[in-house]
């Protein structure tokens, strides 16, 4: 579905569309983001369904406070690129010289972020598979991202009803700065924080919805049912007729175990992988520009393989079964 309302010409790159209903009966605040990244439209497809049915009088808020962000980089939207100068979902954090426009989006954004206890970011990406959710730390009280609502969050995920589940992004992703000999300090690390980091940071939780190719038909669908199946789980509104509360199964979790770089622009893949693939421990997945081959240092899958990665970023990421449950009790 497409309306003039989504008009990627007739998107303003000075300002930010926001639409907030709120009930009279106190409840959770939900904040709903799509345009993370201009070249994925499903997110604010699915948010376009969702405010006609308000208009149309099919959808009602119960309780709480829901807020809608159609497109949250409108430059990125404009120019259908997933950046505008840079991508908006690292480095999230308010800044008060901003140096760029998505740090400038952040600013407006972080704010709006700040003030929601639940957040879904929904996304879709250039490879082939599967739609996935993304989940954060299990509870902790560590210094990377001290966390307490993994329960919360986790039974999201799990009501959102994508086939698979990863958790673990933070702490992997500061594993490969250290793997790069770069400096592991708080500002390397803070690069690595997008919009989910930045809720839990404020006490809240969040999930990252994948909802497929960028280009899959499918893909607004998803994050459209993902959007009810969330109203519908926080109590804020019934699910629509046709559209189960819970997946058929739970969905597989994904543990993020590792990242590899790629160091040479002729290092290759020894096929096209997409994400979660699964491999055998010792099984082939590149070769260096030595020929020596890279293998799969355990039984799991290949996750985010970029065949054209930069010599010195993340080439392939690697993921294990994870032997956490997701609780579905409320
Ligand atoms: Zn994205």
Redesign the pocket.
Known sequence: MSTPLFDDAATATDSLRLHAFASLNPGPRLLVIGG??GD?TCGTEGIARVLAEFDAGDLHLLRGELTLVPVANPLARRRLQ?EGQRNL?RLFRPSETPADYEARITNRLAPVIARHDVLLDL???QSEGEAFAMIGPRDNSGSLEPFARAQEEGRLALHIGTPIVVEGWLDIYAAGLAQRGAAVDEAAIDFGRGTNEYIRSCGGYGVTLECGQHQDPQAPEVAWAAIRRTLALLGMAALPPGLSAAPPQPPQLLRLASVTDRLHEDDSFVRDWATFDPVQRGEPVGMRHDGTLVSAPDDGFIVFPNAMALPGAEWFYFARPSERVLDPTV
Do not use: I, T
Request: hydrophobic content about 25%; overall charge neutral.
């Open positions: 993370v990244h994925e997933r979902n996304h879709s990406f």
